[in-house]
Nanobody, 115 residues
Framework: QVQLVESGGGLVQAGGSLRLSCAAS??????LGWYRQAPGGQRELVAG???????DYGDSVKGRFTISRDNAKNVIYLQMNSLKPEDTAVYYC???????????WGQGTQVIVSS
């Protein structure tokens, strides 16, 4: 069982910044990143790091959010700048171990951006 421990959510005004952290108990993966789900919405990709070190971003966050990884600590960070009210959602850390292997989710951390 892979453990994902998230932190860093909260309330911030529009235009502000937050940084989310996710500590993973597994260091070998095909994908490690963040999804989010707004009330009444579907879960969507925010950002992630692939096995080869490349990164993926959702279109709505490109240029504002940056994902990074501390390999020594096996922690990923999501730096969120220029936050907008539409960024309000529960953010979930996600790890994919590889083809035909399990996918794990964190418990979620709430981000609220006030206008």
């Amino acid at each position: 069982q892979v453990q994902l421990v998230e932190s860093g959510g909260g309330l911030v005004q529009a235009g502000g910044s937050l940084r989310l952290s996710c500590a993973a108990s597994e260091s070998t993966f095909s994908f490690l990143g963040w999804y989010r789900q707004a009330p009444g919405g579907q879960r969507e990709l925010v950002a992630g790091i692939n096995r080869d070190g490349s990164t993926d971003y959702g279109d709505s966050v490109k240029g504002r959010f940056t994902i990074s990884r501390d390999n020594a600590k096996n922690v990923i960070y999501l730096q969120m700048n220029s936050l907008k009210p539409e960024d309000t959602a529960v953010y979930y850390c996600n790890i994919k171990l590889g083809p035909f292997k399990p996918i794990y989710w964190g418990q979620g951390t709430q981000v609220i951006v006030s206008s």
